[in-house]
């Protein structure tokens, strides 16, 4: 049976600080006629400032996906996307009063509640899938780290992580159209390294980031020092550290969960290919980068049978 393009019934609202930029933001995801795609409105700039969720207008991967054209810039765009599309929602209007997506808990379940509740309706046209003319590869030969699409007859995602850490060690995730988004890749959340927190804030990156929003893994022995400052960044009266080498912070949802936040990002950032894809996407070891250039070679090599 052929699927139909899907949206919204209503608008969902959203609010809070941006990860990165830590600025606080207000925001609705809303209805948009057929074909339409995703899109992003920065009503704080003004009414032409709109902005197509496209592989083209990608501008910074650095440790999040930001799209710009001209002067309208979106940051940390792949949770939002990823949530839209395992929802399978074609078409919607994302207006925003500031440059950053909320991070909200770090992960696409606040998206996931507010869509369903809401309500996903069918809209009176097929969906278009994307399809590949021929196996799209990527590869990183400095990381290691590669993606690879091969045409198939419905989306599925295969990766595996591995950042040589005896807390996370190897692990691997699969979704596709038969599992449940929603309970299954949905509800996990970042995650980021103990020693990697002091230079991201160095850097001013992670304003908007506190010890609900992601997991915190602590790969080598701190000190209670340490772990008493990180607690001071974040307001926190008191943290530990778990025999399993996480912070206590929040409770994992999945022994792999790392592994599905993965795999969250990708599905977000390759729907910068500009829609769903009937390819089968294996991936190893992938990131923002890495997913985004993925993104825009599958455009690529689609337009080349167009």
């Not at 999040?64 to 940051?75: F, H, P």
């Not at 950042?163 to 929603?182: C, L, P, R």
């Not at 020693?195 to 602590?218: C, M, P, R, T």
């Not at 390819?279 to 980068?289: C, E, I, L, Q, Y």
Request: hydrophobic content about 40%; aromatic content about 8%.
């Amino acid at each position: 049976m052929q699927s139909k393009q899907r949206t919204l019934s209503g608008t969902c609202h959203f609010e809070g600080k941006g990860l990165h930029a830590g600025r606080y933001a207000r925001m609705t995801v809303g209805p948009a006629p057929v074909g339409t795609g995703i899109r992003f409105f920065r009503s704080d700039i003004g009414p032409e400032a709109v902005i197509q969720a496209r592989a083209a207008y990608v501008s910074s991967t650095a440790r999040s996906t930001s799209i710009s054209d001209g002067e309208v810039t979106v940051m940390t765009i792949e949770h939002l996307m990823s949530a839209l599309t395992g929802m399978g929602i074609d078409n919607a209007l994302v207006e925003l009063d500031n440059i950053e997506v909320p991070i909200l808990d770090g992960s696409a379940n606040p998206y996931v509640g507010a869509f369903l509740e809401t309500g996903i309706v069918e809209q009176d046209a097929p969906r278009h899938y994307l399809r590949l003319p021929h196996p799209v590869e990527v590869s990183d030969p400095e990381t290691g780290s590669w993606i690879k699409a091969e045409p198939a007859e419905a989306p599925s995602f295969d990766l595996t992580i591995d950042f040589n850490s005896k807390v996370i060690g190897v692990q691997t995730a699969h979704w596709d159209e038969g599992v449940d988004y929603a309970s299954e890749i949905g509800p996990c959340r970042t995650f980021v390294f103990f020693h990697e927190l002091e230079f991201l804030l160095s850097q001013n990156l992670i304003k908007g980031g506190d010890v609900d929003n992601a997991l915190v893994v602590v790969e080598h022995p701190v000190s209670e020092e340490q772990v008493k400052r990180v607690a001071s960044v974040f307001n926190r009266p008191v943290m530990t550290v778990n025999p399993d080498g996480y912070l206590d912070n929040v409770k994992r949802h999945f022994p792999n969960e790392c592994a599905r936040h993965k795999l969250l990002d990708l599905i977000g950032d390759l729907r910068l290919a500009g829609g769903f894809i009937n390819a089968r996407v294996t991936g190893f070891k992938p990131g923002h980068t890495m997913n985004t250039r993925m993104a825009a070679a599958l455009a690529e090599a689609i337009k080349e049978q167009a």
